[in-house]
């Protein structure tokens, strides 16, 4: 573990790392699963706040292990081993998700202990991992060391948080603090974003690959909003709310996805390296936002089968809120990479938001929820016709501003 080249031509993703981002989908799909049913019973802040510390925890799970694997990746087989290790915890944590939400709904002491258990294996992991980049590599062995030192610390206050037995109010301070810790660990154990040997590249396609995984709860969401709207004896007569149902769910997924593939990140992380924390953690209210848009699909299922506390109005915003979360993050994350900023972005986020509005009066004016969705769904294509049109244009010329002298 002498460090990769982060100039290496031709860096992909491994099978290794999609291997283990099988279990990460299982893992989001049970925190959007859980967060869509308590989203439906009417429990809407403890819901929320209960998918917010799930994700959080997922995020910076897999983006330990991303940016750690595009710097040492070695592929031998203790590599692999301690991989196979980190995936045990991804699931431990998943099993862990239903006993953490109902406890968060029903409101009593909050039941971590499945869930930190699974976590701290997948960082006990990452501590073998930069234990043999320390032992290997003599000039990162300060980093791996530091890393270690803090990564121990942060996953002992977690062990007592999960299983201590804390006031509801005093572990939720604690997450907090413990979510910043681990947040500060690669500054805190690096310095600045060029401590190790990332790709950048690599590191773009990775979290490329991550947001489609999870944009496929935009499809399981779909399916469960639609499954029930079959007609007929044996469930196969297509009615007009499912056929509209399944266009507004793949449609939104797709234009989400589209959205995503407009910005070249690693184009902009090989000008930028200086930028890698902010490309790193800015993700991860895109990532809520996304497996956010999938549970709301979810939502809207339960509400058109009758099987949801919420008005329609709410169904929509349960949509619509994450979608308009993703899409300002992907402009946020834009304009700070390339600390450039364009008034063509603001109007076609400002046109956006427009469309997710109506969608949201619509719904409180009487108009029937497949309508709703339907109009949701256009919300991501302002930006596609934007940028197929105009944007690309406006985008290359940012970046040639990075290529002048001078500019960091």
């Known amino acids: 573990m002498s460090g990769r080249d982060p100039e290496e031509r031709g860096r992909v993703s491994t099978p290794l790392e999609l291997l283990l981002d099988l279990t990460f989908v299982v893992a989001v ?22 998918f917010l510390l799930a994700m959080v925890s997922i995020s910076i799970a897999w983006i330990s292990f991303s940016w750690f694997a595009s710097a040492f990746g070695t592929d031998d087989w203790l590599y692999r081993l301690l991989t196979m290790v980190q995936m045990i915890g991804v699931v431990v944590f998943a099993l862990g998700l239903p006993a953490m939400f109902h406890s968060v709904e029903d409101g009593g002491r909050l039941e971590l202990r499945a869930i930190v258990a699974g976590y701290v294996v997948m960082r006990v992991a990452m501590v073998l991992q930069w234990w043999r980049a320390a032992r290997d590599s003599p000039s990162f062995h300060d980093v791996g060391m530091a890393m270690i030192r803090w990564t121990v610390i942060a996953q002992a206050a977690w062990t007592v948080i999960g299983f201590a037995p804390l006031p509801r109010t005093v572990v939720l301070v604690a997450f907090v603090v413990l979510a910043a810790l681990e947040l500060m660990l690669p500054v805190l154990g690096q310095g600045g974003a060029g401590g190790t040997p990332w790709h950048p590249h690599h590191v773009a396609e990775r979290y490329s690959l991550f947001a489609i995984i999870t944009l496929g709860e935009g499809v399981v969401g779909t399916v469960a909003s639609s499954g029930g709207l079959l007609g007929g004896a ?9 056929v509209a149902v399944v266009v507004a769910g793949i449609g939104l997924t797709f234009g989400m996805w589209w959205i995503y593939f407009t910005t070249p990140f690693g184009e902009i992380l090989a000008r930028r390296r200086s ?3 902010l490309f790193g953690y800015g993700h991860i209210p895109a990532f809520v ?13 339960l509400y058109l089968e009758h ?5 329609r109005t709410s169904v929509v915003l349960a949509l619509a809120l994450p979608v308009g979360l993703y899409v300002l993050v992907i402009y946020l994350l834009h304009t700070l990479l390339l600390s450039s900023r364009d008034r063509f972005h ?4 400002a046109l956006t938001m427009v469309v997710l509005a109506a969608a949201v009066l619509l719904a409180a004016a009487g108009a029937g929820l497949s309508l709703c969705l339907l109009v949701v769904m256009l919300a991501p294509f302002v930006t596609v016709v934007g940028y197929e049109t105009v944007g690309h244009r406006h985008q290359r010329r940012m970046l040639d501003d990075l290529d002048r002298p001078g500019v960091s």
């Open 234 to 242: 044996d469930g196969t007569h297509w009615t007009g709310t499912a």
């Open 346 to 349: 603001l109007l076609l986020i």
């Open 289 to 301: 936002g996304i497996a956010g848009a999938g549970a709301g699909l979810h939502v809207a299922g």
């Open 275 to 277: 930028r890698g924390y």
């Open 307 to 311: 099987h949801a506390e919420l008005g």
């Open 29 to 50: 799909g049970t925190a959007a699963s859980q967060f869509a049913e308590m989203l439906a019973a009417g429990h809407t802040g403890r819901a929320v706040g209960a």
